[in-house]
């Protein structure tokens, strides 16, 4: 089974892509403009995020211009959402991991951070918190040597993705299996495993740390 974990590219066939919905923190600002009302007083916002298998992606971004507090007001109601209806989380995060960190003592749902191109120490300090991590194209690239090491090295769960990457998720797959020095189907074997630890999980990642 190949699943890429999150993307915003057409579905490729055999492929499985959990569905998603949530607020980036982005696009907040804009959105909160377009409306007279929030998103929580909207009833068919609740039905999206009921459709979905993950709620997200949201979560914190210090590089971008809308508000921290508005990021972190629309975060809140999100992970409590995660909460009430057993979903794991899908986050988005730039530059606010101790604050994502800080977050976390509050909620028990499986947590991953999208997209990670983090040191080897900063997942094993999320790891430790029962935050979870995906790694996408950025393996793909030689140049990235810090995120392509922090994979090569990491010994815990971890999922793949494509995010908004045309590349296909299938050239991950394969950029992962060379790093690790492994046959693709052990890297497919292992994040299908996690993706299934996760998605049947109503307590917190307590074997996400390393091994």
């Not at 990491?154 to 992962?176: F, K, R």
Request: with cysteine; hydrophobic share 40%.
């Amino acid at each position: 089974m190949t699943i890429d974990f999150h993307t915003h590219q057409p579905t490729a066939e055999g492929v499985v892509t959990p569905r998603s919905f949530g607020f980036h923190p982005w696009h907040l600002a804009d959105y909160a403009s377009e409306r007279r009302t929030a998103p929580m007083a909207e009833p068919h916002i609740m039905q999206r995020f009921a459709e979905a298998h993950f709620v997200g992606e949201c979560g914190l971004d210090k590089a971008c211009n809308t508000p921290f507090d508005l990021q972190m007001t629309y975060l809140r109601w999100q992970l409590d959402i995660a909460e009430d209806l057993r979903k794991p989380v899908v986050l988005h995060c730039v530059h606010a991991f101790n604050e994502i960190i800080a977050l976390r003592k509050h909620y028990s749902m499986p947590w991953v951070i999208h997209g990670f191109t983090g040191s080897l120490q900063l997942a094993r300090q999320l790891a430790s918190k029962d935050i979870g991590i995906s790694f996408g194209a950025a393996l793909l690239e030689p140049q990235r040597l810090k995120v392509r090491n922090t994979f090569q090295q990491w010994q815990g769960h971890y999922m793949l993705e494509t995010d908004d990457n045309p590349c296909g998720i299938d050239a991950v797959y394969s950029a992962a299996a060379l790093i690790k020095g492994l046959p693709i189907d052990e890297i497919k074997a292992h994040v299908a495993a996690y993706y299934l630890l996760i998605t049947t999980s109503n307590n917190q990642l307590s074997c996400q740390k390393e091994q």
